[in-house]
């Protein structure tokens, strides 16, 4: 079992940054993949960017590219998305999740943490 905890959401003004920690504790955190999603009301849960094991691949979601950034510290157990010229439309409650064995499938998902980006 993996237990993973968001912080660092909060409320910024358009244009205005913040980054996200996800701590994570249990199953050996180095061998997991670790994945950033967000979830706007009424809307499904949208894939933002993804870290491999090792931190040597990342991936993001086209809406994030040139303005978030994935990475991790495996000696802290912690994955971070720094988070640059946020927009309204970023406005969501953001997840981490780790999966296992390089699959795409998320076994364990944090609780999430809101992240408002007023105009």
């Known amino acids: 079992q993996v237990q993973l905890v968001e912080s660092g959401g909060g409320l910024v003004q358009a244009g205005g940054s913040l980054r996200l920690s996800c701590a994570a504790s249990?199953?050996?955190?180095?061998?997991?993949?670790m994945g950033w999603f967000r979830q706007a009301p009424g809307k499904e849960r949208d894939f933002v960017a993804r870290?491999?094991?090792?931190?040597?691949?990342?991936y993001y979601a086209d809406s994030v590219k040139g303005r978030f950034t994935i990475s991790r510290d495996n000696a802290k157990n912690t994955v971070y998305l720094q988070m640059n010229s946020l927009k309204p439309e970023d406005t969501a409650v953001y997840y981490c999740?780790?999966?296992?064995?390089?699959?795409?499938?998320?076994?364990?998902w944090g609780q999430g943490t809101q992240v408002t980006v007023s105009s």
């Open positions: 999740a780790a999966t296992y064995g390089g699959t795409w499938t998320y076994a364990y």
């Open positions: 249990g199953r050996t955190f180095s061998g997991a993949d």
């Open positions: 870290i491999t094991w090792s931190g040597g691949k990342t």
